[in-house]
């Protein structure tokens, strides 16, 4: 006999997200609306889902969904869906096709059958900071670009001109740093938990700012799922008496780039991380792979001493330096 339970975990809402729609589905009733994805929008998607719902499912689609969220973090119970596992959830239920619909169908059915973690309500200097973190990310990759068209190039007009992007490139990052530093700053919050985050040697003030900014979850998450996120858990591959390699995959991928960064940075300057790839390459490990897992310990370490709200420091206690 069905519970009580059972069936209210049926009353689970998919909504995929498109620039300009919101296409829902309702998994109890096989209904499906689509809203506008605006102020107006959202409003009437909350009251169609109803208070009564068990999960509103969503993939994460960066800009797309960040004013759903800010609406209706706080009344509704939200969860937000890595894409690439949402598409592998919806190939292992026989799902092939893909359209609005049948993806709305498909997160529906993830939020009835997966136990998934309700997103906690962003606070406002959060949106801007992930705006500015974005902006940068862009910047960085024109400079790379104009670096190599400037290297390439013979035509005395065109490096000047690479020149000049350059120039600008750097003012505009200049600008943006300072901006994003402003905005921390101002907000206590913000401000105390780029402290703990910056404390740790390796962690410089734009993985900072791009953990704030991509993964606001952390020090309210179990440290898996925080490895999780950045798509840092390793998986394994096993099939009777073979295994393969266990490989990392999915996940945030900028908190992953600038992780990467930090590691190599922590791997010269932190005692404790420094320890950890040196014993992995004594025992035989890939240098890539040794550096994974001191980028995992750095998102873990991330996560413990924000949950505990205090500093790093060298020789910490086992607890937050063997997270994970």
Request: positive net charge.
């Amino acid at each position: 006999m069905e519970s009580t339970n059972d069936r209210s975990r049926l009353d689970a809402v998919g909504v995929d997200i498109s620039k300009a729609s919101l296409d829902a589905h309702r998994l109890a009733t096989g209904e499906s609306r689509r809203f506008a994805n605006d102020a107006r929008g959202i409003e009437e998607l909350a009251r169609w889902a109803g208070d009564s719902v068990h999960r509103v499912v969503y993939e994460s689609t960066g800009r797309l969904h960040r004013e759903l969220e800010a609406r209706l973090a706080d009344r509704l119970p939200l969860a937000e869906v890595n894409p690439l596992r949402a598409r592998l959830f919806a190939k292992a239920t026989g799902r092939l096709a893909k359209t609005d619909r049948v993806d709305a169908r498909v997160l529906a059915l993830m939020g009835a059958t997966l136990a998934l973690r309700r997103v906690r309500a962003r606070r406002e200097p959060v949106p801007e900071l992930e705006e500015l973190v974005s902006a940068r990310d862009a910047l960085m990759r024109d400079r790379t670009r104009a670096q190599n068209r400037l290297h390439q190039s013979r035509s005395a007009l065109l490096r000047r001109q690479h020149r000049s992007r350059l120039r600008q490139v750097a003012r505009q990052v200049k600008a943006v740093d300072a901006r994003i530093r402003e905005l921390t700053r101002s907000d206590a919050e913000l401000s105390r938990r780029a402290e703990v985050l910056s404390s740790i040697a390796g962690i410089g003030a734009v993985t900072a700012a791009t953990l704030l900014a991509d993964m606001p979850e952390l020090g309210t998450v179990g440290h898996g799922e925080a490895a999780s996120l950045a798509g840092l858990a390793p998986w394994t591959r096993e099939s009777g008496q073979w295994a393969g390699r266990r490989f990392i995959g999915g996940g945030r991928a900028r908190p992953r780039r600038q992780l990467y960064m930090a590691a190599l940075s922590a791997i010269r300057h932190n005692p404790d991380l420094k320890a950890v790839n040196d014993r992995l390459v004594a025992r035989g490990k890939p240098g890539k792979v040794a550096l994974t897992a001191v980028m995992r310990k750095l998102v873990t370490l991330a996560n413990a001493l924000l949950r505990d709200d205090r500093l790093w420091t060298p020789q910490a206690p086992r607890a937050a330096a063997d997270a994970g």
